[in-house]
């Protein structure tokens, strides 16, 4: 894989990256990659389904929190107990 060298980068930015990196739990050179990754695919539209198919399977699978996704699922078609 090539090597890409980025110079003149302000403080913050890296800063925000190294957040953003330590919040989505990858190192800020794979966080960085991502967000090329998703800037030059992100709005390019599929022409056919496998197109679409292989931007789903491409995407890493969110963060989710399985006990609060259980919760929101079997809260579901409640009714609220507003008046």
């Known amino acids: 894989m090539a090597d890409i060298l ?3 980068v302000p403080d913050e ?3 925000k990256l190294s957040q953003d990196a330590e919040r989505n739990r990858r190192s800020r050179e794979k966080h960085a990659l991502f967000l090329i990754e998703q800037a030059l695919h992100f709005h390019r539209p599929a022409d ?3 197109e679409m198919l292989e931007f789903i399977e491409r995407d890493p699978r969110p963060n989710v929190d399985e006990r609060i ?3 929101v699922t079997k809260g579901r078609g409640r009714r609220s107990n507003r008046p």
């Open 13 to 15: 930015l890296v800063e």
């Open 69 to 71: 996704l259980d919760i």
């Open 6 to 8: 980025i110079r003149d």
């Open 48 to 50: 056919t389904c496998g």
